[in-house]
């Protein structure tokens, strides 16, 4: 059933903004993105101001509305997406007191090991382990390093939260972003007071919690006037990047999965129960839909690993990719490995220090071989989180593939090959947590799920090549075998 009015999905990515607007049968109608920047001041630090991030929004707004200023003005709901686990910290009058700590900052390593100590249940409630990436040692680490600044601290916010503090004056989260603080009891799909204690926090430090698909508020009076929309624009509750891009590519039902290939990489696996097994580095979360939850391994450098060299080799995306298509498979072969831990590792290692290396350099070595040993470690790395899937009872043999790296279909076909599953390829698939947004700001608004949930078309399917898995299978034995040497080696950094 068709609604009338159009849908903005905004997501919150690491390096952009993208708006995406749908229609009330779902079909896109208008995109816009505005870009972002990553501060790393120290060693392991990751962080992002959030000004620059509603800057980029209105940004992304005004160019949405002048692409697309008919379909814009019949906006009828909005749905937000964002990068997981940031800290944004307000004080009393809501303002922000110091630049959010992102996902993938390791800073929070020892505060990781205080975490594990002071909540003994916290594999139990919260499914995880540990890891310097989510929300909870971060605040440990504020704590101990900025203790005055921790004493002000009012509200804890994710940042599609802030964005959504910013155009409701509501501070409301979901599930499925929550769960991965490890302040939620995700079984419940609640702030767990347990949990929240260990670090110093209350109930009172977090915003309260709505399904993704359910409102969390409309947007504000000056905002609808100034953007030409109606006065009840509603916001849905909204969800955490990979789970928003569940629902923009149709994984809702149990076993249905996806890979992403975003800044990091995941491999998403739909669940009807919570399923922990932090044991593997696996990640227990909160699915964007209610009763739904979902398994999934993480790596932190995945598309980015080819942004990272094509800078490093002085070339374009489209160009390095043309390169490597031309080479012969005997150049594949005998190409050289790379390990792609240029932010440290989750799934499977856990190790914030791991760092990227080449093996297997020669002078023969070109920027082709280099270029693909890049795409290959990056699959590698998600055979490793297939591996501690397939070790935590999950069965998998087909993935849609979604991000900035479901564009290559070579990568896709090198994807299915190195996993050993069928990937499929999917119309509008770098939309990505943009599209999931648009869905359930359209739920949100009154549609159901199942009519705004359909898998987008499929555009082509790669199948596993015996001969190139037999090839593969070797180079990853000795790919999973570097590792365990390089970590014994004395770090570099000072």
């Known amino acids: 059933m068709s609604q009338a009015g159009t849908f903005l999905g905004i997501d919150l990515g690491t390096s952009e903004v993208k708006l995406l607007l749908i229609d009330g049968e779902g079909a896109v109608v208008g995109r816009a993105a505005s870009p972002l920047t990553v501060s790393r001041p120290r060693p392991l630090w990751s962080e992002q101001d959030p000004a620059d991030w509603a800057a980029a929004m209105t940004n992304a707004v005004a160019q949405l509305r002048a692409a697309a200023p008919q379909a814009f003005s019949r906006l009828r709901g909005i749905g937000l997406s964002g990068q997981m686990h940031g800290a944004v910290l307000l004080d009393a009058q809501d303002r922000v007191l110091r630049p959010a700590i992102l996902w993938n900052d390791g800073r929070s390593h020892a505060e990781c090991e205080a975490l594990t100590a002071a909540a003994p249940r916290l594999h139990e409630i919260a499914g995880n382990l540990a890891m310097p990436g989510f929300t909870a040692p971060k605040l440990l680490w504020v704590r101990a390093h900025e203790p005055e600044l921790f004493d002000r601290v009012r509200t804890v916010l994710l940042p599609k939260d802030h964005l959504r503090l910013l155009l409701t004056g509501d501070k409301v989260s979901d599930p499925s972003d929550a769960a991965g603080t490890l302040w939620l009891d995700v079984a419940r799909r609640d702030w767990s007071d347990e949990l929240l204690a260990a670090t110093g926090l209350t109930r009172a430090h977090m915003p309260r919690l709505v399904e993704s698909n359910a409102p969390s508020g409309v947007l504000r009076a000056e905002l609808a006037a100034a953007w030409g929309v109606a006065d009840d624009v509603v916001v849905a509750g909204g969800a955490g990047d990979n ?30 129960r919570f399923r922990p097994n932090p044991a593997s580095a696996v990640h227990a979360f909160c699915h964007a839909l209610p009763r739904r939850w979902h398994q999934m391994s993480v790596m932190l450098t995945a598309a980015s690993a080819l942004r990272w060299f094509c800078q490093l080799g002085g070339t374009t995306e489209a160009a390095l990719l043309e390169e490597i298509e031309a080479l012969p498979p005997e150049d594949l072969a005998a190409a050289p490995l790379f390990l792609p831990y240029l932010a440290g590792e989750r799934t499977p290692h856990n190790d914030p220090f791991a760092t990227g290396a080449f093996h297997g350099l020669t002078h023969e070595t ?48 090198l994807m299915a090959n190195a996993l050993g599953v069928e990937i499929l390829r999917h119309a509008d698939a770098d939309a990505g947590g943009a599209l999931g947004a648009a869905r359930l700001g359209r739920m949100a608004a009154g549609a159901g799920i199942d009519e705004s949930c359909p898998p987008p078309p499929i555009t082509d399917r790669h199948t596993p090549s015996p001969a190139r898995q037999a090839v593969l299978a070797r180079r990853l034995a000795v790919f999973r075998a570097s590792y365990a040497p390089l970590r014994a080696l004395p770090p570099i950094r000072p």
């Open 243 to 272: 789970a928003a891009s569940a629902i923009g590519i149709g994984a809702t039902a149990p076993g249905a999965g996806f890979v992403s290939m975003g800044t990091s990489g995941v491999l998403f696996v739909v669940n009807d």
């Open 366 to 413: 070109r920027r082709a071989h280099a270029g693909y040993a890049v795409l290959e470690g990056v699959a590698f790395g998600m055979a490793d989180g297939l591996a501690a899937l397939r070790a935590a009872g999950t069965a998998v043999d087909r993935l849609s593939i979604v991000g900035g790296g479901a564009r290559s279909g070579f990568w896709a076909q």
